[in-house]
């Protein structure tokens, strides 16, 4: 099945860094969706993207729809213990679904 | 308003044994989906279900079935449980939107082990 190219797979960082990762497709998507994941628990939605170009903020987190509309970025300034967890990107390409990337693991040290 | 809840949350089966994970959502959306998550990897679409009476097939249907009756609830059966259906099993809502489907909405997940 089509799964979206997520990168990096995982990462450590220090407390107080800033995080960079991206979704990438060979498709052209309508919608990106930013998730987070905790351990023992379901995904939560972080972000929605609807327009290429769009660029949306939630705290500390900053997403952006790509231009050519078939990739996204994410962003997480100044790293706290508690940004731990799985990051999934999800891409909507105007049927019932979504196509999901592999995740993100994100480690912060303090 | 509890969005979707599953259950039951944990679960060990014997091989060959069947049984039922429950999902039911009180959004009122149309769209229902159930994913399973392996071990360090990302999620893979099972079953979904535009509305009540209609159900399609995702990527990894085989080995299970799924019925909507109702427009809250969408179970998800295992007839003959197998070792390879271990994982961790989330259900999804969602409501139709301009262009396509809302963000989904998930559950907190079924773990299921199968030995």
């Known amino acids: 099945g089509q799964q979206l190219n997520q990168s990096p797979q995982s990462m450590f960082i220090q407390e107080g860094e800033d995080v960079s990762m991206n979704c990438t497709s060979s498709s052209i998507f309508n919608t990106w969706l930013w998730y987070k994941q905790e351990p023992g628990e379901g995904p939560v939605l972080l972000i929605a993207l609807y327009k290429a170009g769009e660029l949306t903020s939630n705290g500390r987190l900053t997403a952006q729809f790509g231009i050519t509309r078939k990739d996204s970025f994410l962003n997480i300034s100044a790293s706290i213990p508690s940004d731990v967890g799985i990051y999934f990107c999800a891409g909507h390409p105007g049927t019932y679904k979504y196509i999901f990337g592999t995740g993100t693991r994100l480690k912060v040290l303090a | 308003n509890a969005g979707v809840t599953q259950t039951p949350k944990f679960r060990i089966l014997k091989i060959g044994q069947s049984m039922t994970l429950q999902c039911a959502q009180d959004m009122n959306h149309n769209y229902m989906y159930w994913y399973r998550q392996d071990p360090g990897m990302g999620l893979k679409l099972i079953y979904y279900s535009v509305g009540a009476g209609i159900t399609d097939k995702g990527e990894v249907p085989n080995g299970y079935n799924v019925s909507r009756s109702t427009t809250e609830d969408f179970p998800l059966r295992l007839e003959l449980a197998a070792p390879s259906q271990t994982s961790v099993y989330f259900c999804?809502?969602?409501?139709?939107?301009?262009?396509?489907?809302?963000?989904?909405?998930f559950g907190d997940g079924t773990r299921l082990s199968i030995l």
């Open positions: 999804a809502s969602s409501r139709a939107g301009t262009g396509g489907v809302q963000p989904q909405h």
